[in-house]
């Protein structure tokens, strides 16, 4: 999504906001209505969204980057308040997730791999930082939640003589109440670059 079609998303997002009471769009979302602005954690850093247009800025910090700031937004207008239901499934398994895998795979997975393939212990440590809990998956993983309803599960399996590295994202079976497809993809990508600058953090 880029251009002009990423400011049309914006516009609408922002256009379904204002019809919105924000003390349910926070009950929904889990985030906090105070003095007319909405408050909400995303990876462990607390954001602010200002009415009318709903910028995002970081408290104490600057504003959040434009695909961050639309992922938060369809996150607050999407919210169903559904509580996570604890059945993993992974992209594929979310309705056109199938058809959309291969740029998941190049834009998310092999990132994740050629950062943190070697030595997936590095990105156990960056998620354990930022407020995940180790998941038991795998040969290393960890869960994070990265928006109240939104967690995100880790999976790393290291190679052997006989078959490579390989890492996946696992998540909660609700999340297609709050994100389509593009917005897993765009949510993913943003956390993983998050996180390869949190590792660098860690030197």
Known sequence: MEGKAFEKAREIAVEKL????????????????V????????????VRISPPNFEAFYEGGGRLPPKRELIILHYLVNSTGTPPSGRLIDFRQIPSGSFYYPVFAGTVERPLLQRFGQKPERIEQALLRIGGCRAGLGDVSATVNVLPHIPLTFVFHKGDEEFPPACKILFDS?????????????????????????????R
């Open 18 to 33: 204002r019809e919105k009471d924000l003390r349910e769009v926070a009950a929904r979302a889990g985030a906090e209505a």
């Open 174 to 202: 609700t999340i297609t109440e709050y994100f389509d497809i593009e917005d897993v993809r765009i949510l993913c990508e943003d956390v993983v670059e998050l996180l390869c600058e949190l590792a660098k953090e860690e």
């Open 35 to 46: 003095e007319g602005h909405l408050r909400l954690p995303y990876l462990g850093r607390w």
